[in-house]
């Protein structure tokens, strides 16, 4: 559970390459930059933790390019205090990020491997996130409705169960399309039964699934 300097080095120097490509948000920037995404990583990868590049985890899942962190949770617009919806904890480093932003972190995951790694590791390392082991596609509505919702996996079409639990206001990013190429999506609730949508470009998430595994 070390981060060392050779550690908060790399890390340095992944942000400022995340930054060359465009990512402007301090906020982001300064909570990666505090995030030890070594520690998420199977200890075979730990070398490759601090490059730009998405690397596997268990139940053949991924930990997601830093870049494309970035540019989801820029997208988001985090606030501190705003109660957030994450579908898809993964390794956990999506929430960590959120959380060091000053988010109330709501977590679902369907892999129940992934959800019982995430409770054992960001506890330990400080992050202290809302567990839910469920179907991302039901969200969590006994806790909604929420300021965000970030979906880290791909979507076939917009969840509408999901754009229901936001706030009025609210904002939702999913990356929405096939299995081989998604279109990042804004959704942004403008009243109760209301939204607009708007496209940021294409991107490669694993399947957004029903039910639990």
């Not at 199977?42 to 053949?60: C, E, G, L, R």
């Not at 997208?75 to 990020?97: C, F, I, R, W």
């Amino acid at each position: 559970m070390e981060d060392t300097y050779l550690h908060k080095g790399l890390r340095k120097k992944l942000i400022e390459d995340i930054q060359l490509k465009g990512i402007n948000d301090h906020k982001v920037l300064d909570a990666m930059n505090k995030v030890p995404r070594h520690l998420f990583m199977d200890s075979s990868f730990v070398h490759f933790a601090y490059k730009d590049q998405a690397f596997p985890i268990a139940a053949n899942q991924t930990i997601s390019q830093p870049y494309t962190v970035a540019f989801q949770t820029q997208l988001l617009d985090v606030s501190k205090n705003h109660k957030v919806l994450e579908v898809g904890t993964g390794s956990g480093y999506q929430a960590a990020v959120l959380i060091e932003m000053g988010a109330q972190v709501f977590t679902v995951e369907r892999y129940k491997i992934l959800n019982v790694g995430a409770q054992t590791l960001l506890p330990k390392i400080g992050y202290k996130p809302h567990f839910f082991y469920g179907d991302g596609y039901e969200g969590l509505p006994t806790y909604a409705p929420f300021d965000r919702i970030i979906i880290t996996a791909a979507a076939s079409s917009i969840p509408e169960k999901l754009v229901s639990q936001l706030k009025a206001g609210g904002k939702m990013v999913v990356p929405v399309g096939s299995r081989v190429s998604q279109i990042m999506t804004l959704i942004i609730k403008t009243e109760e039964n209301n939204y607009k949508t708007s496209e940021h470009g294409s991107f490669v998430f694993v399947p957004m699934l029903k039910g639990k595994a």
